[in-house]
């Protein structure tokens, strides 16, 4: 990046979530109260797969549910990152889980959780 | 088919020459959720079939599309469900 920082609170909240938690779910509602079908949708595919993870409730803000839209290049909620890279959204999600692909990725960074087997 | 239908058809087939385009409007299930609109319009299933897409990976395909429908996910397009699928995969 060459571009000069300027002070922008919601992309530091932002980047930090991504950097310090190893797998994050930018959602609308809550992990154990999702808002939305699609983000309801992720939910259950990390809970399936066991991995942990950090739910970030984009209802609670306005800004911060533009701001990931923004951060991510993504028009659509919700959006998982793993080890501070984007996954996806739901579609893709759901994709790379029939695929068996997720399951890989996220053998592969060192996140997925001993409850759903080899 | 409905204008953003049409719009959403219109722009995947000028942006993608698609071997095959599916719209479906699917707003009346979501009817009374979040981002519906009583005129309906606002919830999509779109499967499309495209040259484009080989050798693209499933975020590189979905980022193409919302490119190409980036007026329609900032307007009136609460939902859109994706499958994008080269020839070799459909």
Redesign the interface.
């Known amino acids: 990046m060459t571009e000069t920082p300027v002070a922008d609170p919601i992309r530091d909240f932002i980047a930090q979530a991504v950097e310090q938690n190893p797998v994050v779910l930018f959602m609308?509602g809550t992990p154990d109260s999702p808002?939305?079908?699609?983000s309801s949708l992720a939910v259950q595919i990390l809970d399936h797969l066991a991995v942990d993870f950090v739910g970030v409730d984009v209802l609670q803000d306005e800004a911060l549910r533009q701001g990931i839209k923004e951060f991510s290049?993504?028009?659509?909620i919700p959006q998982l990152y793993v080890k501070g890279e984007?996954?996806?959204?739901s579609?893709?999600l759901r994709?790379?889980l029939q695929a068996g692909e997720l399951q890989t990725l996220m053998a592969e960074k060192g996140v997925l959780g001993t409850a759903a087997g080899a | 088919m409905g204008a953003v239908a049409e719009r959403i058809s219109r722009k995947l087939h000028d942006g993608l020459s698609p071997e095959s385009l599916e719209v479906r409007d699917e707003s009346a299930k979501h009817a009374g959720h979040a981002g519906a609109r009583p005129e309906g319009e606002t919830h999509f299933d779109v499967r499309v079939v495209a040259a484009a897409f080989a050798g693209l990976s499933r975020l590189e395909r979905q980022r193409l599309v919302n490119g190409l429908l980036r007026e329609e996910l900032a307007g009136p397009v609460h939902a859109l469900s994706l499958k994008l699928l080269a020839p070799a995969e459909a």
Request: glycine share 18%.
């Open positions: 609308k808002r939305c079908g699609f290049d993504w028009p659509t984007f996954v996806g959204g579609d893709i994709e790379m």
